[in-house]
């Protein structure tokens, strides 16, 4: 694939059997070819136009029709934060991809730039010649394209089921998609007025968070922890998003920490947190054991936890992500009595992390991210009694 440079473009409308379409935006010429090559040795992906600054993007992006664009961020004539917008006005439906520095200025735009509307991001590495870092980048870039890929084309070809919260006794309903036809049975909610909220989330979860954070400022009163995959630069910028947005009190949490009322404790990238009771007393427990699920921190430990000091009056919620991470924790919390609602597929990015949890049966409800921060609210403050 040549540069953008030279106007040519690969343009033939996406088809479910043909490689998923990429666009790389990128100023540096070594960082275009080097992901062209990297990106066009997987038989699955191909990469359909490159631009060098935003603004030559906006001018390819309605020709070359991609179906996932790598954007970078800093840029000459227009940088990625302002053609974010742009480029998903001019193309709906394109997944955005932020490329980032693991900086603090890096994570800060990459987190702007997830509540702008992008998907995901993925951290670059300080230099390409490192074997291992430049390896992990290529992989993580694959795997987070074949997966928004493939979340983008069911999102346009598929019709789902909607689900809503029973008022007694079990409902089913059937959700095609990233589960197949699988029927999702709901659970009735803990009669227990909850002490806790704890949410799980992973690719785009930012910005489901602010939404769901939002909602619950001024209505309830529990503490609130929250499990999102990110690396430690990002989640300290996340947690202080989380409260410029929400207005919540906000913060990476700290080992040994008692819990407070109406506080959100963010997990440290890097750490899993978890609930231990020390006397009567619930503290946060940080720690660095092995990956689950691939991630660290997981959101199976925080469930896991929770359930072990709150049982039935704990309520939880699983937003957007791509995996399964939160689906034994969640076992686990509902099976000591608590109560888990997950966020639908039309409004995720990625219907993993929620599918998995909701077509295991083990929500009270399934609902959309505009709705899903209200009904927390809902039973949080003990109305399913």
Known sequence: ??????????????????????????????????????????????????????EMALNLVSVAKPEIIILDIEMPKMDGLTALPKLLEKAPGVRVIMASTLTKRGADISIRALAAGAADYVPKPESTREAGAAETFRKTLTEKILVLGAAGRRRATTVKGRVTTPATGRAEVHSAGLYGDAPVTL??????????????????????????????SGK?????????????????????????????????????????????????GEYH??????????????????????????????????ARVYGNRALA???????????????ALVDAGGTLIAQDEDSSVVWGMPGAVAT??????????????????????GAAQ
């Not at 088809?15 to 100023?27: E, I, L, S």
């Not at 002490?195 to 954070?213: C, E, N, W």
């Open 317 to 331: 919620a699983v937003l957007t992500g791509m995996g399964h991470d939160g689906l034994k924790g969640g076992e």
């Open 360 to 381: 295991a049966g083990l929500c009270s409800a399934v609902l959309p991210i505009g709705k899903l921060g209200d009904e927390l609210a809902h039973l949080a403050t």
């Open 187 to 216: 659970r009735v909610p803990s009669r227990q007025k909850p002490s806790v909220i704890v949410i799980g989330s992973s690719t785009g979860g930012p910005q489901a968070l602010f939404k769901v954070l939002t909602a619950l």
């Open 1 to 54: 694939m040549s540069d953008l440079t030279s106007k040519r473009v690969i343009a033939s409308a996406p088809d479910t059997n043909q490689p998923y379409r990429v666009m790389v935006v990128d100023d540096s010429a070594v960082i275009r070819g080097l992901l062209t090559r990297w990106l066009g040795s997987d038989p699955k992906i191909e990469v359909v136009a490159t631009a060098n600054n935003g």
């Open 273 to 306: 947190m978890t609930v231990v009771s020390k006397g009567a007393i619930p503290v946060i427990q940080l720690n660095q054991d092995p990956p689950e699920n691939f991630c660290r921190p997981a959101v199976d430990q925080l469930f896991r936890g929770i």
């Open 220 to 268: 309830v009163s529990v503490s609130i922890l929250v499990t999102q995959h990110m690396p430690a630069t990002f989640t300290a910028i996340l947690a202080e998003h989380i409260a410029r947005v929400s207005g919540l009190p906000c913060a990476e949490a700290i080992d040994g920490e008692v819990l407070r009322a109406g506080q959100v404790y963010v997990a440290p």
